[in-house]
DNA sequence: AATAATTTTCAGAATTTTTTGAAAATTCAA
DNA sequence: TTGAATTTTCAAAAAATTCTGAAAATTATT
């Protein structure tokens, strides 16, 4: 196998797993795109490589950056944007956990509390209780 | 807060934010409603709290099955088949993860793998390896 | 300040996922 | 058996998500 195939077919399979853990396929191709990547790639080269809108791939970009999953770099001389993943795999593990717990798990403890300290106590309650202060 | 009140809404909560897990509203509506139950239900009891389709109860409950978070319950001398959830949160836990591991993240590791022995041996292929080998 | 390059936005289109509901299949009781 | 009760299937409809592309906004250059 060529290392060209090998690189695309990581990137597909990447991305078609990643949609069966909540996270859009372009997103995950992006950033398997970058993880592959020895240098910065800016949005005309994602566009190009993985055949996709100019718009996907802005918006894509962003959500990567506020996932902490890859870093705008500016080049000197260069006008473009350019783009590099953080490449070490624990990293990105453990921000993946990290940024998740924030974004989800969190809401669902508030929301829970919420329950929690709403509900007037009764026998009934108990197994409500239970399940909610685990 | 009524009992009732905050069921419906940990029920909905959950259902809303399992989307961004990957896991569809209804599956985990089901699971949730099932969570809180301390009696077993039958699909039509499902469909009329949860205001939804019999073939989507159906289905549903089929999958929480296959990912044993719930079971199914016969109760003597009724035809209808009820369905109980597992009530220990920590397994359930527990339960998640070794599905989602077996049915996500192996075929990943396995698909690494294809790439890996499949790929020719060059100076070029190390910060793909380094990534795939991990 | 004018303009050229680049990035961002977002309404509508395309695609994917989920849901419905009626028909088919299955199960059980008489 | 027969047929009534129940479960399962699945094609089509509905809903949700993602993607496009052109226009608007921003940023840099002359």
Known sequence: MELKEA???FIH????????????RTMSQIHALLLLSDKALNADEIME???????????NLRDLISWGLIFKQLIPGERKEYFVAEKD??????QISRERRRRELTPLLDAMND???????????????KIVND
């Open 7 to 9: 690189k695309d077919r």
């Open 13 to 24: 399979t990447w991305g078609t797993l990643s949609t069966q853990w909540g996270i859009n």
């Open 49 to 59: 490589e993985l055949q996709i809108s100019r718009g996907n791939v802005n918006m």
């Open 89 to 94: 795999i624990w990293k990105v593990t453990r």
């Open 115 to 129: 329950i929690r300290t709403g509900l007037k106590d009764s026998e009934e309650t108990r197994s409500l209780l």
